[in-house]
């Protein structure tokens, strides 16, 4: 299934610019940079997920707690079970 994406002009003259001389298409890169940013944007829901699932699982700092944890790395203060 093919689909048409208007680009604007400037993306397309830089899409030409960078594909001159080279082997490379403007469709091959513009097929990597939108598979990068899903990658990315698939990443980043997941992070978000996991991060909320710590929060309903009472699994948080308090700002205290954050910065004291910040202070000890910084200096190298290991935490002691």
Known sequence: MNHSID???SLLKRLDKVTAGTRTT???IV?????????YEEWLL????????DVA???????EEFWKSINDARCG???TA
């Open 7 to 9: 680009l604007p002009q």
């Open 26 to 28: 403007p469709a091959s």
């Open 31 to 39: 097929k990597q940079a939108v598979m990068d940013r899903l990658d």
């Open 46 to 53: 997941e992070q978000v997920d996991a991060g909320l699932a």
């Open 57 to 63: 699982a009472g699994r948080v700092l308090t700002t």
């Open 77 to 79: 203060n290991k935490k």
